[in-house]
């Protein structure tokens, strides 16, 4: 159930941040739950692929690598899905930090069991 509830949170971060950001746009809210739903997905299989694979980088630069990581993966979910668009890096990257940030407030309000 904490599962669907924190899709939920994220969903509406999308949609938050979609209606900020001038550079995202999202079509519609069932685009806006495929979103969230890929950007897990993309956190839970292709994310540590990429932390594993630029490792040495992500030493040097004191973890400030992992920011690159998180707006790449959000230019993917950008790609995998229609109806949710990305123009740019710079977008992608702000998306990604604010999407953090979102997401950890949001799921503040959760109760832990």
Same mark, same amino acid.
């Given at each position: 159930? &904490?599962?669907?509830? +924190?899709?939920?949170?994220? /969903?509406? *971060?999308?949609?938050?941040?979609?209606? $900020? @950001?001038?550079?995202? /746009?999202?079509?519609?809210?069932? /685009? *806006? #739950?495929?979103? *969230?739903?890929?950007?897990?997905? @993309?956190?839970?299989?292709?994310?540590?692929? @990429?932390? !594993?694979?630029? !490792?040495?980088?992500?030493? #040097?630069?004191?973890?400030?690598?992992?920011? #690159?990581?998180?707006?790449? $993966?959000?230019?993917?979910?950008?790609? @995998?899905? &229609?109806? !949710?668009?990305?123009?740019?890096?710079?977008?992608?990257?702000?998306?990604? $930090?604010?999407?953090?940030?979102?997401?950890?407030?949001?799921?503040?309000?959760? +109760?832990?069991?």
């Amino acid at each position: 159930m &904490t599962t669907f509830i +924190k899709l939920l949170l994220t /969903t509406l *971060a999308v949609i938050i941040l979609a209606n $900020i @950001l001038p550079g995202i /746009t999202v079509d519609n809210y069932g /685009t *806006a #739950v495929i979103v *969230a739903f890929v950007i897990s997905l @993309l956190n839970m299989f292709v994310r540590p692929l @990429l932390v !594993f694979f630029t !490792f040495p980088v992500t030493i #040097v630069t004191l973890g400030l690598f992992l920011f #690159v990581i998180n707006a790449v $993966i959000i230019l993917l979910a950008g790609n @995998l899905v &229609t109806g !949710f668009n990305v123009n740019g890096f710079l977008t992608a990257l702000l998306f990604s $930090i604010l999407l953090s940030i979102f997401r950890s407030v949001l799921f503040s309000f959760l +109760k832990e069991e």
